[in-house]
């Protein structure tokens, strides 16, 4: 081995679990981001509201799991369900100013968000909670020689499996035809006979139900408290931003770029005595990326 | 202009300037802090409204003239006014360097690159401690002086009217930019940029001109407010100060300058009176703003008053 091999390798064995925890993190945030950034490429509307969805679904889930004695993997399934119906409000809403600027969708949802996050604290308060995971996947499970909760493991699975379905779903059925071909050009796309109104409508309930489902999955790994909802959407954001609006595989890359950010990040941080850096690590590899290509890593 | 229009100026001028006469020393104070907010929010509204760039890091700017002020107060001069220069000089030089690749990005790219921006300032004054004080910020600043003596300025009452003079300085700068040729062919650019392009405007050059400008004014304004409290902290150029700056567009009224200063106004004095209640749910109370602000005056207040005053003129 070369004394590069060697040393990235020690490298890689002192940060096991900051890198892994990156990767469970991205993973968390991508599923959020494909409806954010799917919302935004085919009903062009920047739903900053979409932090609202994950903190709605994670609340949900600590309710329904911890004081209702709902099991875990039930309560994720409710999730769904109940993500699609607040998407169908999410339209309801956003309807009347579909033909106004992004400022206004802006306002609009950043709005929304804003009246969430405080009728989250009447109801639940502001105390700090977090979501048991399923009973089987409580212990700690050893891989490449490292103990790693095997929960975080079962988020970065449920993460590549979302990724490749949406892949496959987006690459290579007529469903993602239409979606690929609506994203460029909405227009032409009803003129073709396709009824453009109910596809932004399904777009728009399935990217609802992904962020209310990261909530209840990502409940045991993030807090549930009032704030997470923030903490995610600007994660997400970032994630759109730098992969590229409307891109899939984008938003999957920068997932696993921001992820590793704020986890390693944070924890390189604190080795080198800078425990302030990780804002740094986070926004600094924002602006470098889009210095680099201002329409982001897959953008046109 | 209408001979109303100069008559309810010259009026509007006149009650600005008996203000601290008729008003308490709180209210004196609360008013000297909405004119350096409005001027720092109409700068933001010459690139949100006329130029077509929402700038989400304005308050980085806002932060970087302040601390300009304050450094030079505390190692430096007192000179009010060389503070203000050196303030703005300082906020148009950061603002070259970011905008320079702020104004490649369009859209959304724009307003996460500005926000990128936005946050490092930020967390560059959280954590630069030995220059800032970090998240203590910079305190004991002496009062600024004019023509050599603190005299002037250490007063309210004076303070107001020194904020009034460069507030009125910076409000003309900004009324200038956006009526002269220059601010034509921004709104030329906002309204179709390939256009412009092929009439021969070099585009990047006046969309970064713009966002120069702005900073600048901003910076300027941020002197202002690191010389009324004589302290500043990075709590004063937070996410939340841009996020108020744009609420204050929104509920004034884009593209008009004045709106900004009427809607931070409106958001200052609002949020004084209702503090109490305000304290514990100002969340849901800017939420619910924002909704019904979307709906129902898509103009703000100055679309609103413009639409009933044509309603009447008929």
Redesign the interface.
């Known amino acids: 081995m070369t004394a590069a091999a060697v040393l990235a390798a020690n490298f890689f064995d002192q940060n096991f679990s900051s890198i892994l925890n990156g990767v469970a993190l991205g993973m968390l945030i991508f599923i959020l981001a494909i409806g954010l950034s799917l919302i935004?490429g085919l009903l062009d509307v920047?739903n900053l509201a979409h932090g609202s969805l994950y903190l709605l679904g994670t609340y949900l889930g600590y309710s329904l799991v911890e004081h209702h004695g709902v099991p875990f993997i039930a309560a994720a399934a409710i999730s769904i369900v109940f993500g699609m119906g607040l998407g169908f409000v999410l339209a309801l809403a956003v309807w009347?100013?579909r033909d106004?600027g992004?400022?206004?969708q802006?306002?609009?949802t950043?709005?929304?968000?804003?009246?969430?996050?405080?009728?989250v604290t009447?109801i639940w308060g502001r105390d700090f909670h977090t979501i048991t995971p399923p009973g089987f996947l409580l212990q700690s499970k050893q891989i490449l020689g490292h103990y790693y909760p095997s929960y975080r493991l079962a988020v970065i699975v449920i993460g590549l499996v979302i990724a490749l379905v949406t892949y496959l779903v987006f690459e290579r059925t007529q469903l993602g035809a239409i979606l690929r071909a609506a994203v460029e050009d909405r227009a032409m796309v009803g003129a073709l006979g396709y009824n453009v109104n109910a596809v932004m409508l399904w777009v728009l309930l399935a990217g609802a139900a992904l962020a209310t489902f990261a909530g209840v999955i990502g409940g045991p790994i993030e807090q549930v408290t009032p704030g997470v909802g923030n903490d995610v959407l600007l994660l997400a954001?970032?994630v759109v931003?730098v992969g590229g609006?409307g891109s899939i595989p984008g938003a999957f890359v920068a997932s696993l770029i921001i992820g590793q950010a704020e986890s390693l990040g944070v924890a390189l941080g604190q080795q080198y005595g800078l425990p302030?850096a990780a804002?740094?690590a986070l926004?600094?590899a924002?602006?470098l990326i889009?210095?680099a290509r201002?329409?982001?890593l897959f953008?046109k | 202009m209408t001979r109303t229009g100069i008559a309810v100026r010259l009026a509007a001028l006149a009650l600005l300037v008996a203000a601290p006469v008729v008003l308490d020393t709180y209210r004196t104070f609360l008013l000297t802090e909405i004119l350096i907010f409005g001027l720092f929010a109409a700068s933001l509204d010459l690139l949100?409204g006329y130029s077509g760039l929402?700038s989400l890091g304005h308050g980085g700017y806002f932060g970087v003239g302040a601390y300009a002020a304050g450094l030079l107060a505390l190692h430096a001069t007192t000179n009010a006014f060389a503070q203000i220069l050196v303030a703005t000089g300082v906020a148009a030089g950061f603002a070259i360097v970011t905008g320079v690749?702020a104004v490649?990005?369009?859209?959304?790219?724009f307003?996460?690159?500005t926000?990128?921006?936005g946050?490092?300032l930020w967390?560059l004054a959280?954590?630069w401690s030995s220059l800032t004080g970090g998240s203590n910020g910079i305190f004991g600043i002496p009062v600024a002086t004019l023509a050599g003596s603190s005299r002037w300025l250490a007063a309210g009452d004076h303070f107001y009217w020194y904020t009034l003079c460069s507030f009125l300085v910076g409000y003309a700068l900004l009324k200038l930019v956006v009526l002269s040729p220059f601010g034509r062919a921004l709104a030329g650019i906002r309204e179709n940029e390939a256009r412009m392009g092929s009439l021969g405007y070099n585009v990047p050059l006046y969309k970064l001109a713009a966002f120069t400008i702005a900073c600048s004014i901003a910076g300027y304004a941020g002197a202002l407010a690191c010389q009324q409290p004589k302290y500043f902290s990075p709590d004063g150029m937070s996410f939340d100060v841009s996020a108020v700056a744009?609420v204050a567009i929104?509920i004034g009224g884009?593209r008009t300058l004045i709106g900004a200063v009427l809607g931070s106004a409106f958001y200052y004095v609002v949020r004084d009176q209702l503090s109490d209640l305000l304290s514990s749910?100002w969340?849901?109370a800017?939420?619910?703003?924002?909704?019904l602000?979307?709906?129902l005056l898509?103009d703000g207040l100055v679309g609103g008053a413009r639409r009933l005053q044509r309603r009447f003129a008929r």
């Open positions: 935004f920047l009347p100013i106004r992004h400022l206004d802006v306002l609009l950043l709005g929304l968000f804003f009246i969430v996050a405080d009728l009447i954001l970032i931003v609006l302030q804002p740094f926004f600094g924002m602006a889009l210095i201002p329409a982001g953008g | 949100l929402p690749f490649r990005s369009r859209g959304v790219y307003l996460m690159l926000l990128a921006f946050q490092l967390v959280l954590n744009i929104v884009q749910h969340e849901l800017l939420g619910l703003v924002f909704v602000v979307v709906y898509p």
